[in-house]
């Protein structure tokens, strides 16, 4: 057993002198926390927006303060307005992405029951497996890397049966292909199937429209376009999914995610489940009012302009996009590695000599492709012309050189 003393002191301007003293005789020194600046152009997370980071230093309150329920409420509402839905049961999870995922999942799927799940990148995947492990029996749509989901095809697998839920993955973060829901929903109902939507990458990014589209489970996170931390994932049920959670034979198998408990926090009754994580509530609810006070097709033109700019510079360079234009996503971009080039050289290169963060491939598409993000408060005029400046500085001659900002201009002008 180690025994642990620790000393603090730290004179103006200095580092801490923290001595911590095992049985060993060990000594450690700790600076003081002192992050690099980073633009985070990468698949997430995003620059976080300088209101966002405000509104998570005011002071926390309890999460039963009469104060705290009000913005509660206010953050219902607002995440409403942000997926286009009326449904009642929206409201944030805590916990990341993954846990929205899990958290629509786990409260409508029995064992036994039949989910179909098109996988066309590496997220799709995960819902697969988190299906499986709830018992269903799983039918997966393959469908090639950086290609949408076709509804055709998924009519001819889920071939008239009665089905649980189909699963699609609206913005496939792996590759940056967008998928056509309202089609996928059409084809989901038309057997009986709730349609589930992994809206991780695309909310506030480009237009969820859950209600219009017929989207019964969906779920997101904070740290895409919203330009929010982790630590958050928002998720939406409609009716005919609350009914499948009222009607289910079994218990929900995760208390922490039982909707049927969170719901009695988020709803009228306020009755304790978990203690919130207040100060990121805080942060999405500034981070849904910069949304909203910007205006949706505001944002949405944005992104669109920022994309159609880097992708003139990247292809000005000489470099090719993994996906065809009509599916890309304008917040995420795959580009395709040119032959002979090194992945980690030129993303490390990015990192300690710009400050400049993009993302590898995943999956089947590891080592293959970069993925460059603009999302949220990233998508801006200075992050396009900084990101092309700085590939054409690292890549030398593996690219053409001196025409990428003056293609990126052309697009804004």
């Known amino acids: 057993m180690h025994t642990l003393i620790v000393y603090i002191a730290r004179p103006a301007g200095k580092r801490y002198n923290i001595s911590i003293m095992r049985t060993m005789g060990e000594t450690m020194e700790y600076a003081p926390l ?118 055709e095809l998924l009519k001819e697998l889920l071939a008239g049966k009665p089905t649980k839920l189909v699963g699609v993955v609206h913005a496939e973060t792996s590759t940056g292909a967008m998928t056509d829901i309202p089609p996928i929903a059409e084809a989901a109902h038309q057997v009986g199937a709730l349609l589930l939507a992994d809206c991780v990458t695309s909310l506030a990014g480009i237009e969820v429209a859950l209600d219009r589209w017929g989207v019964d489970l969906a779920y997101s996170g904070t740290q895409k376009c919203l330009s929010c931390p982790p630590g958050l994932a928002p998720v939406s049920f409609s009716e005919r999914a609350v009914d499948a959670l009222k009607t289910r034979k079994s218990k929900v198998v995760s208390w922490y995610l039982d909707l049927t408990m969170l719901l009695n926090y988020w709803g009228g009754e306020r009755v304790y489940h978990h203690t919130a994580p207040i100060n990121m509530l805080y942060a999405l609810r500034e981070a849904l009012l910069v949304f909203v006070e910007e205006g949706p097709e505001q944002v949405f033109a944005r992104h669109r302009t920022n994309h159609r700019a880097l992708v003139a510079g990247l292809e000005a360079m000489g470099l090719r996009m993994q996906v065809e234009a009509p599916h890309r996503l304008p917040q995420l971009n795959t580009v395709v590695i040119p032959d002979g080039v090194n992945d980690g050289e030129v993303r490390g290169r990015l990192l300690n000599e710009f400050g400049l963060e993009i993302g590898g491939g995943l999956g089947a598409l590891k080592g293959k492709v970069w993925r460059i993000g603009l999302m949220g408060h990233a998508s801006r005029r200075k992050n396009v012309t900084l990101a092309l400046s700085a590939l054409e500085s690292v890549m030398g001659d593996a690219v053409h050189r001196g025409q990428a900002l003056a293609a990126a201009e052309a697009v804004y002008t």
Do not use: Y
């Open 34 to 151: 002192n992050p690099p600046t980073r633009t985070l152009m990468g698949p997430g997370p995003s620059d976080v927006h300088p209101r966002v980071l405000n509104a998570m230093a005011a002071p926390t309150i309890g999460h039963m303060d009469p104060h705290f329920l009000a913005l509660m409420d206010e953050i219902k509402g607002l995440l409403q307005q942000t997926f286009g839905t009326s449904n009642a049961m929206t409201f944030p999870v805590s916990g990341t992405g993954s846990a929205g995922m899990e958290c629509c999942l786990v409260n409508v799927i029995e064992p036994g029951d039949r989910v179909v799940i098109a996988q066309n990148g590496v997220f799709g995947g995960r819902m697969a497996d988190i299906a499986g492990r709830l018992g269903a029996e799983v039918e997966v749509l393959q469908v090639p890397w950086g290609e949408p989901v076709q509804a």
